[in-house]
């Protein structure tokens, strides 16, 4: 069964201190062509029946993501490639 | 008659026996309130107080906002109930739409915690009328995702309005924006602040008792004295 992934991340304005940490570490991994790293959260939602998309954006919407201070976006993906099948 | 004020518990409240305390002291009779429980049981006001809700999961105060209570205190709120969000309480009343902006992790990452500076810049809420504007006072805090973001249009509109109920003086401890500590809404009923009034009500736990005037405030919006 196909699954609805919604993506959440900050705004672009919204300042990203975890994502700012990450970067300032990475010249510690000998990573020096990096400019910035930006952090989000990934949900995967299964229904019981059929994937219905108006339905995760209604969801995403309202308790997934803060509009005041993220954007988000929802797509369907086939079951095999969400993390819960991943071996 | 003595005013009865909510302090509801949530699942990972942490202060609400502070805030309960707090309302002991300053005269009023604290009703506990449950988060499961959409009834108010006749409170006249209600503190949301601090602590990590729900474990803070997904977004602090996200899953708060939708406990059968909340629905209750959005309603009344919108009604004109006083209602003052602590910390936690203050990212509550930021997901449940009944304060502008967000709360969002410290800048510099750290968990803060000190006694804080704070300027009055507002006393016509029904949670800062017993103090003097620009009145200096000194209340503990203590946050991780304490900085207040909001678009410049709205941060505008808060200031044009004198919806900034209070700022941190002497250092920011979050890099909220334009220093604010503390916002309330249009009517003047709803305030967040994101210090801890009520652990600075008692010479023995507090720096000093400077918390206690938003809880005498209430009071005295309740009985009708002009702010």
């Known amino acids: 069964m196909p699954r609805v992934v919604v993506d959440v991340m900050l705004k672009p304005e919204i300042l990203d201190p975890q994502g700012q940490a990450v970067a300032n570490a990475l010249p510690r991994l000998g990573v020096s062509d990096v400019a910035s790293v930006r952090i989000g959260r990934r949900i995967e939602i299964e229904f019981t029946g059929e994937p219905d998309l108006d339905r995760a954006r209604e969801i995403a919407d309202k308790l997934l993501a803060n509009p005041v201070i993220e954007d988000f976006t929802v797509r369907l993906v086939e079951a095999d490639e969400t993390a819960g099948t991943r071996s | 008659m003595t005013a009865r004020v909510g302090v509801v518990t949530f699942p990972g409240s942490l202060d609400d026996g502070d805030a309960a305390r707090a309302v002991r002291i300053a005269g009023a009779e604290p009703v506990r309130l449950w988060h499961g429980d959409p009834a108010l049981h006749g409170v006249d006001a209600v503190v949301l107080p601090g602590g990590f809700s729900y ?12 406990a059968p209570v909340m629905e209750s205190i ?39 915690n000190r006694d804080q500076v704070l300027r009055i810049e507002t006393v016509g809420t029904a949670w800062t009328n017993a103090f003097q504007p620009g009145q200096e006072v000194l209340i503990p805090v203590k946050n991780g995702e304490g900085c207040y973001v909001a678009d410049a249009a709205t941060l505008d509109q808060l200031e044009a309005e004198g919806r900034v109920v209070a700022r941190y003086l002497g250092g920011n401890p979050n890099g909220s924006q334009r220093d604010i500590a503390a916002i309330t809404n249009e009517a003047g009923n709803v305030v967040g602040i994101m210090p801890h009034p009520e652990h600075a009500v008692e010479e023995l736990t507090g720096p000093s008792l400077d918390g206690l005037g938003f809880f005498t405030s209430a009071l005295k919006h309740l009985v009708g004295a002009p702010a």
Do not use: K, M, S
């Not at chain 2, 474990?55 to 939708?66: E, P, Q, S, T």
């Not at chain 2, 959005?74 to 967000?102: K, S």
């Open chain 2, 55 to 66: 474990g803070d999961y997904l977004r602090c105060g996200a899953i708060a906002r939708f």
């Open chain 2, 74 to 112: 959005v309603d009344a709120a919108r009604g004109g109930l006083p209602v003052l969000g602590i910390c936690n309480g203050f990212q509550i009343l930021c997901e449940a739409h009944l304060l502008p902006g967000a709360l969002t992790r410290n800048q510099h990452l750290h968990f803060r």
